[in-house]
């Protein structure tokens, strides 16, 4: 007997009026007009099955902080960095934990059911660390929740951030994140990739540094510049899960294929970060191109990556 059958349902692919059996949890069969019994039986009516959406770039301990403290007035990225800092000092385990919990049940319901989230290591208290730490565990049984250990103010920019990252992954932290764009220099960007892949190499985790063009100036020089084994291994280790080295928002097209290249070289991997970047933002324009056409034109640089449009 069929666990669950799902009948007359319209798969991505443009495939229609199909039927999907489900046992031991595990998609079994896609056909038309599945024979037998099920213990359960879901009719789509024509509508849409799909795998569960990801979110591979999130900051779950500010989620529905709107207007706290304030109203980001200039909509930009660094007033947002200030308002966070300005909210950190007011922040309670419980109003954490009572928010995330809300968008958590809020992206189940949109069929969102894996997400890796940033969290903010910068905080001495680690506040907001151990109350993801504590949703990680609730939502466990239907949402997969991924946490980086992010300095959100630099981790050589920010006193003692270094040190309050790896306390976070002594606690279960499961990735390491850095902002090699938001330090002091170019210089100390550099070098914070450089801690941050030698700490992950060291702990056998991932790495998720990201951000805008300069981040990607960073890594390329960062990346050109490897001459120890334990970076090697570090930088390899990360490229090969996914996303984290993220090749995301400006400078794609421009420095995509110079860091592809060394990537390349070391037996990496990389990827285009999460669709709504990709989707979102136009290809041309005063930003510089971005969107599907930059991830299109890095495909194929690099063994084994891909473009998000790509199967």
Known sequence: MIDLLVRNANLPDGREKLDIAVNAGRITEVAPHIAGEARETLDAAGQLVSPPFVDAHFHMDATLSYGLPRINQSGTLLEGIALWG???????????????????????AKGLLAIRSHVDVCDPRLLAVEALLDVKKRVAPYLDLQLVAFPQDGVLRSPGALANLERALELGVEVVGGIPHFERTMADGAESVRLLCELAARRGLRVDAGGGERCLHVFALRLAGVDTQIERRALVHACNQGPEVRFAERGLQRLGEPVGQVVAQLGGQ????????????????????????????????IPGERAADQP
């Not at 909210?87 to 309670?92: A, G, H, I, M, S």
């Not at 419980?94 to 995330?100: D, K, L, Q, S």
């Open 86 to 108: 300005e909210l950190k000092p007011q922040l309670t385990f419980e109003a954490i934990v009572e928010r995330a919990m809300t968008y958590c049940d809020w992206a189940v």
């Open 270 to 301: 990389a990827g285009a970060v999460d669709a709504g970047r990709l989707h979102g933002h136009r290809e041309g324009g005063p930003a510089g191109p971005r969107g599907h056409r930059c991830a299109r034109r890095m495909a194929g640089r």
